[in-house]
Antibody, heavy 124, light 110 residues
Framework: DVQLVESGGDLVQTGRSLRLSCRAFGFLFDEYSMTWVRQAPGKGLEWLGFIRAEADGGTTQYAASVKGRFTISRDDFYNIVYLQMDTLKSDDTGVYYC???????????????WGQGTLVTVSS | QAVVTQEPSLTVSPGGTVTLTCGSSTGPVTSGHHPHWFQQRPGQAPRTLIYDISNKHSWSPVRFSGSLLGGKAALTLSGAQPEDEADYYCILSYDNTRPIFGGGTKLTVL
């Protein structure tokens, strides 16, 4: 069965860094682009960015709100996609989800499977 | 940047029908926006219900359907069940820009 498991969420101070992981199970990970979405407490979903499959160039695209501070990378050997978050702000507090993009779809939209999310709390 | 609009809240009676919409500030929503719909029940992660306007996954209940309606993407629920009470989000893709979520619709089954 397809499963996505996020980890790495924590309570961190403003200005610090944190790296989230999303480990994939049950599918050929290297054939899929992967995306990250977050949800601030009591708010809606916000698309953060995605990384294409290596066969599609392995390139990344980010939302304007996090470009330059957040970096998405992937390890196709261990089937993990990462979200490196730097210079964290209180507005970055929320639940962070990884999701799979449908194979061959060029836009980084969550196409089918989602993880359960991991909570990041940024506080001074 | 474009704004994607959804009704903030809607109410449907059990067994009733309701249509949620997803509009774009840039003009009519078309197939090129690849609208997707997501359901998020309280305390749960989102799940993808509909992709590319009207396509369903194996887990998508038959009572949900997607379409383009009046220049917007639409999600219609026919025969509402108590378990359909949830937040529903759409997302639209734009050429050369980032996908954008709508603000979500809180659906109450009452």
């Amino acid at each position: 069965d397809v499963q996505l498991v996020e980890s790495g969420g924590d309570l961190v101070q403003t200005g610090r860094s944190l790296r989230l992981s999303c480990r994939a199970f049950g599918f050929l990970f290297d054939e899929y682009s992967m995306t990250w979405v977050r949800q601030a407490p009591g708010k809606g979903l916000e698309w953060l960015g995605f990384i294409r499959a290596e066969a599609d160039g392995g390139t990344t695209q980010y939302a304007a709100s996090v470009k330059g501070r957040f970096t998405i990378s992937r390890d196709d050997f261990y089937n993990i996609v990462y979200l490196q978050m730097d210079t964290l702000k209180s507005d970055d507090t929320g639940v962070y989800y990884c999701a799979r993009v449908r194979r061959g779809f060029s836009f980084g939209v969550p196409g089918d499977y989602w993880g359960q999310g991991t909570l990041v709390t940024v506080s001074s | 940047q474009a704004v994607v609009t959804q009704e903030p809240s809607l109410t449907v009676s059990p067994g009733g029908t309701v249509t949620l919409t997803c509009g774009s500030s840039t003009g009519p929503v078309t197939s090129g926006h690849h609208p997707h719909w997501f359901q998020q029940r309280p305390g749960q992660a989102p799940r993808t219900l509909i992709y590319d306007i009207s396509n369903k996954h194996s887990w998508s209940p038959v009572r949900f359907s997607g379409s383009l309606l009046g220049g917007k993407a639409a999600l219609t629920l026919s025969g509402a069940q108590p378990e359909d009470e949830a937040d529903y989000y759409c997302i639209l893709s734009y050429d050369n820009t980032r996908p954008i979520f709508g603000g979500g619709t809180k659906l109450t089954v009452l």
